[in-house]
């Protein structure tokens, strides 16, 4: 769903002509040629960059001050877990995978995944709002640590001591 990101930012950009920002595209697949001509198309070149895969990408993290997940599905979403875990402010797509992670307006502000408007308006309110964007990435990274790995590794072998005596 990278194409309603795509014109939900060209959207903001032509009707904020001084907004400075840019999208950071992760990630590659079959859709990466549509996209990149839709961002030729709607002339944001200088304001779309496609990354591509990187390892470890939760480090390119640090360079952003928003992160925008607008799936229309989700299995597990590891990369919305990192973008919490960075302390990011977050923008993300009202699915089920997700809304049982986070929060909405708490921890992420999350928005109809099938229409332009509510993540536009999403993502001018977390641009104009520093304050806003505080508190989600605050309480995102507070989130996180109940995802941490040594925590929730140690609750499955908790789950598994309990099932074996059981037995």
Request: zero cysteines.
């Amino acid at each position: 769903n990278v194409g309603l990101l795509i014109r939900a930012f060209s959207s903001l950009i032509r009707e904020n002509p001084t907004l400075r920002a840019i999208v950071v595209i992760i990630g590659d697949g079959p859709m990466r040629p549509y996209l990149e001509k839709m961002v030729k198309d709607l002339h944001l070149d200088a304001y779309v960059v496609f990354k591509g895969v990187i390892p470890n990408a939760y480090r390119i993290l640090n360079a952003v001050d928003v992160f925008v997940l607008p799936s229309l599905s989700e299995g597990s979403p590891i990369s919305l877990l990192e973008a919490m875990a960075s302390g990011k402010s977050i923008a993300a797509s009202d699915i089920s995978a997700i809304s049982e992670i986070v929060d909405d307006g708490k921890d992420a502000i999350l928005f109809n995944p099938k229409k332009l408007d509510p993540l536009k308006s999403v993502m001018l309110s977390l641009y104009n709002n520093p304050d806003l964007r505080i508190k989600i990435a605050t309480n995102a990274k507070k989130k996180a640590s109940h995802y941490d790995v040594n925590l929730i590794f140690e609750k499955i072998l908790q789950i598994y001591s309990a099932k074996k005596k059981v037995s």
